[in-house]
């Protein structure tokens, strides 16, 4: 189907064949509900429909409170829904700045519309029939609607600049601590919340007073009963946000230049500065004295900030499960800088004494099940393979799209630079080359808003195709996809992890370096030395070393022993029986000679006699009970 259009019926043959219509209304403030916004549009539609006396009313749908800047909204969603399952199949809209406030915004509702078999029609003015026609109208109101649109920010833009520069409040929610006075008048400003400005007094104190932690602040809080603004209960994170604000500053800063990772910050030139106005320091009715501030502003520097990770870095969040039954939840440990999973009752006033489990440990374990469970599903019956997939849908009919107007801007192009060259002194061309000029400029521009799509699309999309060549690879393997795409295809599995060994204890800090050696040279643990044995050892020593390596009140033989009862057992130091002695010197004497590349000597000795046992280094995972959904149909 070209851009543009869509099957339309009317009359065929004399007879008069009924249009199911859709009828879709958008306002950007709730305010406007109840009114006049959706209300006007309504009467419009209706007006409109009684001139067509074939179309029938079929389904309304509303936007309320949606911003007309995005193309992604729910009653936008369910309108898309309706006519892709055939319940209408023209979409009547007031004007065309209700789809839309931008020219992008317009264009991608216009092509979703299109592209699940629809067609946009608008009361206040016809968009022509199918083809150039209607793009170069809806190009030319588009334009028009874009102009309004910031033509309307600029003067808002500009009231809030010269209210800021006035120290009133240019809008939004107030800073903890803070009411608006005159809300919703002329000259609003902030004056302290009676009910608010005593928790910042009291945070103040208690920072000041030298709280360990945020996690400490926030209980302090709670349990007085100084709860959030919507009466939640405080934590780390939100604590830390309100801590960073200008409450416990002093001022605000409107349109910051530091703060640009949200929809909500503030829109910068090319130059990197504000685009609509200068910041500007709006000083705060003192709640907190100068001084107090700067004691505070010191004190803060002290706790440390919440570290958090989104879930897509934990792919098992949820899905593991302990002895007390409580799911396990990501958890960073700074200390160790690794990633870890801990029990959710962890921080429970009585604690479950469920283990910290390494993350990427555990993560591989997972994968490598789910990876043998896909493998033995033939590739066609996987049931999470996707059979029809609409964003590769969407992107295959829009890059056709892209493709025709492509195709069409060459063409006029050629077209273009054939009527320059016979222009000289004929009206009639040089009318026909302006013409061309500007249908030109216009499909240029249709072409950049449908390659911007095309992007996002595509974006999208790879997701999607990332995810089916996966899962339809011979030997499938989800280690190829992003954690947060792992992430999905865990949940997808119905993945569910229990932790077989109790016991098990992560261990944090550096590994010992003498286990790893045996790891990683496959070096057995010999046995106990014998006296021959020993005095071998006690020779090759003293041949490397000075008469004070042997002036210390530590026994070297009793201390060599407790080293190979430590390497057979998987102890920890501190768990050394005092028989070999002081634990401490025992572990340096041992990454001395380890070092020095003696261990690797002392050991070849002993292993000549006895029996050699492999080394028990501490598991890095625990053992695993491992079950998805798939499981019954692997075994088919």
């Given at each position: 189907?070209?851009?543009?259009?869509?099957?339309?019926?009317?009359?065929?043959?004399?007879e008069?064949q009924?249009?199911?219509?859709?009828?879709?209304?958008r306002?950007?403030?709730?305010?406007?509900?109840?009114?006049?916004g959706?209300?006007?549009q309504?009467?419009?539609?209706?007006?409109?429909?009684?001139q067509?006396?074939?179309?029938?009313?079929?389904?309304?749908?509303?936007?309320?409170?949606?911003?007309?800047?995005?193309?992604?909204?729910?009653?936008?969603?369910?309108l898309?829904?309706?006519?892709?399952?055939g319940?209408?199949?023209?979409?009547?809209?007031?004007?065309?700045?209700?789809?839309?406030?931008t020219?992008?915004?317009?264009?991608?509702c216009i092509?979703?519309?299109?592209?699940?078999?629809?067609?946009?029609?608008?009361?206040?003015?016809?968009?022509?029939?199918?083809?150039?026609?209607?793009?170069?109208?809806?190009?030319?109101l588009?334009?028009?609607?874009?102009?309004?649109?910031?033509?309307i920010?600029?003067?808002?833009?500009?009231?809030?600049?010269?209210?800021?520069?006035?120290?009133?409040?240019?809008?939004?929610?107030?800073p903890?601590?803070y009411r608006?006075?005159?809300?919703?008048?002329?000259?609003?400003?902030?004056e302290?919340?009676?009910d608010?400005?005593?928790?910042?007094?009291?945070?103040?104190?208690?920072?000041?007073?030298?709280?360990?932690?945020?996690?400490d602040?926030?209980?302090?809080?709670?349990?007085?009963?100084?709860?959030?603004?919507?009466?939640?209960?405080?934590?780390?994170?939100?604590?830390?946000?309100?801590l960073?604000?200008?409450?416990?500053?002093g001022?605000?800063?409107f349109?910051?230049?530091?703060?640009?990772?949200?929809?909500?910050?503030?829109?910068?030139?090319?130059?990197?500065?504000p685009?609509?106005?200068?910041?500007?320091?709006?000083?705060?009715?003192?709640?907190l004295?100068?001084?107090?501030?700067?004691?505070?502003?010191?004190?803060?520097?002290?706790?440390?900030?919440?570290?958090?990770?989104?879930?897509?870095e934990y792919?098992?969040?949820?899905?593991i499960?302990?002895s007390?039954?409580?799911?396990?939840v990501?958890?960073?440990?700074?200390?160790a800088?690794?990633?870890?999973?801990?029990?959710?009752?962890?921080?429970?006033?009585?604690?479950?004494?469920?283990?910290?489990?390494?993350?990427?440990?555990?993560?591989?374990?997972?994968?490598?099940?789910?990876?043998?469970?896909?493998?033995?599903?033939?590739s066609g019956?996987?049931?999470?393979?996707?059979?029809?997939?609409d964003?590769?849908v969407?992107?295959?009919r829009?890059?056709?799209?892209?493709?025709?107007?492509?195709?069409?801007?060459a063409?006029?192009g050629?077209?273009l630079?054939?009527?320059?060259s016979?222009?000289?002194?004929?009206?009639?061309?040089?009318?026909?080359?302006r013409?061309?000029?500007?249908?030109l400029?216009v499909?240029?521009?249709?072409l950049?808003?449908?390659?911007?799509?095309?992007?996002?699309?595509?974006?999208?999309?790879?997701?999607?195709?990332r995810?089916?060549?996966?899962?339809?690879s011979?030997?499938?393997?989800?280690?190829?996809?992003?954690?947060?795409?792992?992430?999905?295809?865990?949940?997808?599995?119905?993945?569910?992890?229990?932790?077989?060994?109790?016991?098990?204890?992560?261990?944090?800090?550096?590994?010992?370096?003498?286990?790893?050696w045996?790891?990683?040279?496959?070096?057995l643990?010999?046995?106990?030395?014998?006296?021959?044995?020993?005095?071998?050892?006690e020779e090759?020593?003293?041949?490397?070393?000075?008469?004070?390596?042997?002036r210390?009140?530590?026994?070297?033989?009793?201390?060599?022993?407790?080293?190979?009862?430590?390497?057979?057992?998987?102890?920890?130091?501190?768990?050394l029986?005092?028989?070999?002695?002081?634990?401490?010197?025992?572990?340096?004497?041992?990454?001395?000679?380890?070092?020095?590349?003696?261990w690797?000597?002392?050991?070849?000795?002993?292993n000549?006699?006895?029996?050699?046992?492999?080394?028990?280094?501490?598991?890095?995972?625990?053992?695993?009970?491992?079950?998805?959904?798939l499981?019954?149909?692997?075994l088919?």
């Amino acid at each position: 189907m070209q851009q543009g259009t869509a099957t339309r019926a009317d009359n065929k043959g004399g007879e008069t064949q009924t249009v199911d219509i859709a009828a879709y209304m958008r306002v950007s403030t709730a305010e406007q509900k109840g009114r006049y916004g959706v209300p006007t549009q309504a009467q419009a539609i209706r007006g409109y429909m009684e001139q067509q006396p074939s179309w029938r009313l079929v389904v309304c749908r509303e936007d309320v409170g949606e911003s007309g800047s995005t193309y992604s909204r729910p009653g936008l969603d369910a309108l898309l829904k309706d006519i892709t399952e055939g319940r209408a199949k023209l979409v009547l809209v007031h004007r065309l700045d209700r789809l839309g406030r931008t020219e992008s915004a317009i264009w991608r509702c216009i092509w979703q519309i299109e592209d699940a078999g629809g067609e946009v029609e608008c009361c206040t003015e016809p968009l022509g029939e199918a083809g150039f026609e209607r793009w170069l109208t809806v190009d030319r109101l588009a334009q028009a609607v874009e102009a309004d649109y910031q033509r309307i920010l600029s003067r808002t833009q500009a009231g809030r600049q010269l209210k800021a520069v006035d120290g009133g409040w240019p809008g939004g929610p107030a800073p903890y601590g803070y009411r608006i006075s005159g809300k919703g008048v002329f000259g609003s400003a902030l004056e302290a919340d009676p009910d608010e400005a005593p928790v910042v007094l009291l945070i103040a104190d208690l920072v000041i007073g030298g709280v360990p932690g945020l996690k400490d602040l926030a209980n302090e809080l709670n349990d007085r009963g100084a709860l959030t603004r919507s009466g939640k209960r405080w934590t780390p994170a939100n604590l830390f946000h309100r801590l960073k604000s200008g409450t416990f500053l002093g001022e605000v800063v409107f349109r910051r230049l530091d703060r640009q990772w949200n929809g909500n910050c503030t829109r910068l030139g090319n130059d990197g500065q504000p685009l609509h106005g200068d910041s500007v320091v709006i000083p705060l009715p003192p709640i907190l004295s100068a001084d107090r501030i700067k004691t505070f502003q010191k004190a803060l520097a002290e706790l440390t900030r919440p570290r958090r990770k989104p879930n897509g870095e934990y792919p098992l969040a949820g899905r593991i499960h302990g002895s007390c039954g409580l799911p396990y939840v990501g958890c960073f440990r700074s200390k160790a800088g690794v990633r870890t999973y801990r029990c959710s009752g962890w921080g429970a006033a009585s604690s479950c004494g469920c283990v910290f489990l390494p993350a990427d440990d555990i993560e591989k374990q997972v994968i490598a099940h789910v990876n043998a469970v896909l493998a033995a599903i033939p590739s066609g019956r996987r049931p999470m393979l996707p059979i029809s997939d609409d964003a590769s849908v969407h992107l295959i009919r829009h890059i056709e799209r892209v493709r025709s107007l492509e195709r069409l801007v060459a063409e006029y192009g050629g077209e273009l630079d054939v009527l320059r060259s016979r222009v000289e002194g004929d009206r009639i061309v040089a009318v026909a080359v302006r013409q061309i000029e500007s249908d030109l400029e216009v499909l240029r521009r249709v072409l950049v808003h449908a390659r911007e799509w095309l992007d996002e699309l595509e974006n999208v999309d790879g997701t999607a195709a990332r995810r089916t060549a996966v899962l339809g690879s011979v030997a499938p393997d989800i280690r190829s996809l992003t954690q947060s795409e792992q992430r999905r295809m865990i949940e997808l599995t119905g993945a569910r992890v229990e932790i077989a060994d109790p016991t098990f204890r992560y261990r944090e800090g550096t590994r010992c370096l003498t286990v790893e050696w045996h790891q990683r040279t496959g070096t057995l643990v010999p046995p106990d030395p014998t006296d021959s044995q020993w005095d071998r050892i006690e020779e090759l020593l003293r041949s490397r070393y000075p008469a004070h390596h042997f002036r210390s009140p530590l026994n070297l033989r009793a201390a060599c022993t407790g080293m190979l009862h430590r390497l057979r057992t998987g102890i920890l130091w501190r768990d050394l029986p005092e028989q070999f002695g002081d634990s401490r010197k025992v572990r340096c004497r041992q990454r001395t000679w380890l070092a020095d590349g003696v261990w690797a000597d002392m050991v070849k000795i002993l292993n000549e006699e006895g029996e050699s046992t492999p080394v028990l280094g501490y598991e890095a995972a625990p053992a695993l009970v491992i079950r998805t959904d798939l499981d019954a149909e692997a075994l088919y």
